[in-house]
T-cell receptor, first 113, second 113 residues
């Protein structure tokens, strides 16, 4: 079993819908959670990060961490065709150790105009 | 500010050959990390260089090696290529590699035939 599980999709939704992307994990030591977006033929770019539990909002994006369930989510409101990309979750035990991050395989998201 | 630059973008090699990939980090960034990305797998950490020294290493065989130059540019070498080495190789830079987010290049797509 992988330490981080992420549904590969593709997830196809109409423009304007609310999108929910999720990752589950097994290591209770994980405290630092990130979401990256990767467009086709591009490298990943950081969208949001959270430390420990709770919610964090940035514009149309909300990251949520439920440590009791070992489950993290990324919500996208008012989805746009430009949001079509692969979304990667990454997590680790500490903020000061990027090399220890464990990455999900990514969920491909398609927003239909 | 220019982003992380990786060259070449695409490579096709034959089993048994060796290959060298290049990465130029964002100006001022001293940490360079390398990752392997394959379909269905999360990013796999190869190694991190900081100030010309390998600071962290992932769980890859010794055929994978790297180095960093005094201007922070980095190269990754894979010797005796195997079919399973076909992947997207991503380079990421950060100011110090720890408490700062990773900035990725667009990767080198390596195909081994």
């Amino acid at each position: 079993q992988k330490e981080v599980e992420q549904d590969p999709g593709p997830l196809s939704v109409p423009e304007g819908a609310i999108v929910s992307l999720n990752c589950t994990y097994s290591n209770s030591a994980f405290q630092y959670f990130m979401w990256y977006r990767q467009y086709s033929r591009k490298g990943p770019e950081l969208l949001m990060y959270t430390y420990s539990s709770g919610n964090k909002e940035d514009g149309r994006f909300t990251a949520q961490v439920d440590k009791s369930s070992k489950y993290i989510s990324l919500f996208i409101r008012d989805s746009q065709p430009s949001d079509s990309a692969t979304y990667l979750c990454a997590m680790g035990p500490r903020m000061d150790s990027n090399y220890q991050l464990i990455w999900g395989a990514g969920t491909k998201l398609i927003i239909k105009p | 500010k220019a982003g992380v630059t990786q060259t070449p973008r695409y490579l096709i090699k034959t089993r048994g050959q060796q290959v060298t990939l290049s990465c130029s980090p964002i100006s001022g960034h001293r940490s360079v990390s390398w990752y392997q990305q394959t379909p269905g797998q999360g990013l796999q950490f190869l190694f991190e260089y900081f100030s010309e020294t390998q600071r962290n290493k992932g769980n890859f065989p010794g055929r994978f090696s790297g180095r960093q130059f005094s201007n922070s540019r980095s190269e990754m070498n894979v010797s005796t290529l195997e079919l399973g080495d076909s992947a997207l190789y991503l380079c990421a830079s950060s100011p110090d590699g720890n408490n700062s987010p990773l900035h990725f290049g667009n990767g080198t797509r390596l195909t081994v035939t």
